[in-house]
T-cell receptor, first 115, second 106 residues
Framework: GAVVSQHPSWVICKSGTSVKIECRSLDFQATTMFWYRQFPKQSLMLMATSNEGSKATYEQGVEKDKFLINHASLTLSTLTVTSAHPEDSSFYICSARTDANSPLHFGNGTRLTVT | DAKTTQPTSMDCAEGRAANLPCNHSTISGNEYVYWYRQIHSQGPQYIIH???NNETNEMASLIITEDRKSSTLILPHATLRDTAVYFCGATNKLIFGTGTLLAVQP
């Protein structure tokens, strides 16, 4: 149980275009989802916290107008990278939990390459 | 959120127990300790969590000191597939540190 599906697993896009990444909890209801990104040989960096039905809370230094997060249901959150540039190329990972003390369950990540 | 400190890397012989320490001296009374691992180019995987008591599941054991300022993750019989970066954290938002790269040697 506790499976999180992330799609797509990889995407290549041209500079200036937008990319949407989906994160789904397949067998549980996720009241909270988190979005991270990871650069090579570095740790995960938390980008934002997303609660179902409310606006996402972004970490300091993360542009909310560039990284649009929608958490419209208890099983789906999306991250849209708008007007992507090569420096946005990274590994993006989502996680989900059912309640405040339950463990996080992670998707397998999306490798974004912006050319 | 409590800060955590872990060694950068550790080696372990295949079949032996791997003991991974984590210091979380600023942890508050209601914060759980969580352990995850990340195998190269994959999303992190939940391993175990605990509050005060030691915990064991099919993957590992978690030993938390009485003062809760540190904990140890124990993989009882490490295999090559356990080679990964292991992260500990308090609360479950997890501001990830750099973790410990565990290299299991044949």
């Amino acid at each position: 149980g506790a499976v999180v599906s992330q799609h797509p697993s990889w995407v290549i896009c041209k500079s200036g275009t937008s990319v949407k990444i989906e994160c789904r909890s397949l067998d549980f209801q996720a009241t909270t989802m988190f979005w991270y990104r990871q650069f090579p040989k570095q740790s995960l960096m938390l980008m934002a916290t997303s609660n179902e039905g409310s606006k996402a809370t972004y970490e300091q230094g993360v542009e909310k107008d560039k990284f649009l997060i929608n958490h419209a249901s208890l099983t789906l959150s999306t991250l849209t990278v708008t007007s992507a540039h090569p420096e946005d190329s990274s590994f993006y990972i989502c996680s989900a939990r059912t309640d405040a003390n339950s463990p996080l369950h992670f998707g397998n990540g999306t490798r974004l390459t912006v050319t | 959120d409590a800060k955590t400190t872990q060694p950068t890397s550790m080696d372990c012989a295949e079949g032996r127990a791997a003991n991974l320490p984590c210091n979380h001296s600023t942890i508050s009374g209601n914060e759980y300790v969580y352990w995850y691992r990340q195998i190269h180019s994959q999303g992190p995987q939940y391993i175990i969590h605990g509050l005060k008591n030691n915990e064991t599941n099919e993957m590992a054991s978690l030993i938390i000191t009485e003062d809760r300022k540190s904990s140890t993750l124990i993989l009882p019989h490490a295999t090559l597939r356990d080679t990964a970066v292991y992260f500990c954290g308090a609360t479950n938002k997890l501001i990830f540190g750099t973790g410990t790269l565990l290299a299991v040697q044949p």
